[in-house]
């Protein structure tokens, strides 16, 4: 995880400094496809070739340190790997937003609140604007820029694969007031539409209280499972899992019998526009 993180902070620092793979490649004296597939966590980059990059891209010595860090932990050898990663602070949100740009397939689940890259604005606003701890707003107006910029993930070009399983108590559950749920719900009826788009909903009559409860995103990254991320939020951290290939695989296992039991892509985008049609009085 940490070598296919620190392969996104090379990129971002590459492109922000107006460098191509090839001007890189050939500053370390190496293949053309060298900074390709250190970018893609392909291969990894030996600690003289990350001093050298760094200094080409003139990066600043908060991100050295961070990609340092990054480095250090991906040569790092273990007897037995850990099972989770916790990131505290916004590191784990910046790691987020890395692997949800550039994984191919994206998984989430939600049983409480819906996920935020599906969110509408007032939804956001609503979430944020009770915490008391924000008086001038600036932090709620931050989360609704950030979660409209995370949306045009959904519509870019070659736009990656979303997919999402939804409980009925996160459809039901009233953030805002009832105009502003029935303006979320149709806006997910909307999005439903888009080709790269799955949308299912486990509704209350499903015998599934084993299963749902527990939010988790899975990232894949070129249809290769071997190599997927799992995601789960706690208060304030997150928790990244990649290792061991057991604990990825019962995640992936959980998210199967998730499918399994909701409702099929047209039967949910009926069910969340009945549920829009009842709060609009429609």
Known sequence: ????????????????????????????GKAHNKISRVETAKVG??????????????????????????????????GRPKEATLYRGPRWFRA??????SATEVMMVGSEVLPGILQTEEYTRSIFAG????????DVEDHVRIRKERQELLTREEASHFSF??????????????????????????VALLTNINIQVIPFDKLSYDAVGSDFVI??????????????????????????????????????????????????????????SQLAGR
């Open 1 to 28: 995880m940490q070598q296919r993180q620190l392969g996104n902070e090379l990129r971002k620092l590459r492109e922000a400094a107006g460098i191509t793979q090839e001007v890189a490649s050939e500053h370390l």
């Open 45 to 78: 980059i030996s600690g003289l070739e990350l001093e050298a990059l760094l200094s080409l891209y003139k990066a600043s010595p908060k991100d050295k340190v961070w990609c340092r860090e990054l480095a250090k932990g991906a040569r790092r050898r273990r």
């Open 96 to 101: 987020f937003r890395d692997f949800e740009q």
């Open 131 to 138: 915490r008391g701890d924000d008086p001038n707003g600036k």
């Open 165 to 190: 399983v939804l409980s009925e108590s996160a459809l039901r559950r009233q953030i805002g007031d009832p105009a502003t749920m029935a303006e979320q719900l149709d806006y997910l009826a909307e």
């Open 219 to 276: 990232f894949r990254f070129d249809d290769d499972t071997s190599t997927d991320i799992v995601y789960i939020e706690i208060y304030g951290d997150a928790i990244y899992i990649d290792k061991p290939a057991e604990a990825v695989r019962r995640y992936n296992e959980l998210l199967s019998r998730l499918y399994g039991i909701a409702l099929g892509p047209v039967e949910s985008r009926n069910f969340i526009r009945e549920l829009a």
